[in-house]
């Protein structure tokens, strides 16, 4: 499952993350330079692949 993160600004999918990050770990939009945590982006990305999943399992029981 491919998992994308966009920037809530501009929409890029590119973001400089640091090597060992950790919840509160600044994360940087690589196109507008906005600032992130490293926590919310992983939740974001909880919250999106939950969705994802029920959607999947969702088709399987229609
Ligand atoms: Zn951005």
Known sequence: MK???KC????SDKF???PRP???SKVT???CGAVETYGNI???VGDKVTED???EFGKLFK
């Open 3 to 5: 998992v994308n993160v």
């Open 8 to 11: 809530k600004s501009c929409g």
């Open 16 to 18: 400089q993350i640091p």
């Open 22 to 24: 950790n919840n509160n």
């Open 29 to 31: 939009c690589g196109k």
């Open 42 to 44: 992983m939740k974001a």
């Open 53 to 55: 999943l029920k959607r």
